[in-house]
């Protein structure tokens, strides 16, 4: 399995980015995607979540603001971050859960390289 991000960049407060997520190896419609984050210091975080029906999960910090579309014939998944917020500022990766169902954000398989997104105020 091969996953690569890319769409990171640097970006001022309320403006948005949309990160993409190009796989090899697993079928987006079969299996539970996230996207995670890690700012400077901070422990790795669960930013938001699709299961292989489409069902969607999203942390409390993004709701509203971040979406996870999934293009099932391009096998790629994105993450469209709108209305920015410095805190956002992280690196951002790409994973997968060779599971249908994604229950938490724990046990994921395989991890992209991630893309650094960063918001100035």
């Known amino acids: 399995v091969q996953l690569v991000e890319s769409g990171g960049g640097s970006v001022q407060t309320g403006g948005s980015l949309r990160l993409s997520c190009a796989a090899s190896?697993?079928?987006?419609?079969?299996?539970?995607m996230g996207w995670f984050r890690q700012a400077p210091g901070k422990g790795r975080e669960g930013v938001a979540h699709?299961?292989?029906?489409?069902?969607?999960t999203y942390a409390d910090a993004v709701k509203g603001r971040f979406t996870i579309p999934r293009d099932n014939a391009k096998n790629t998944l994105h993450l469209q971050m709108n209305s920015l917020k410095p805190e956002d500022t992280a690196m951002y990766y790409c994973?997968?859960?060779?599971?249908?169902?994604?229950?938490?954000?724990?046990?994921?398989?395989?991890w992209g390289q991630g893309t650094q997104v960063t918001v100035s105020s």
């Open positions: 190896g697993v079928t987006y419609s079969a299996h539970c």
């Open positions: 994973a997968a859960k060779f599971t249908y169902f994604c229950g938490d954000y724990n046990n994921y398989n395989s």
């Open positions: 699709i299961n292989g029906a489409g069902g969607t």
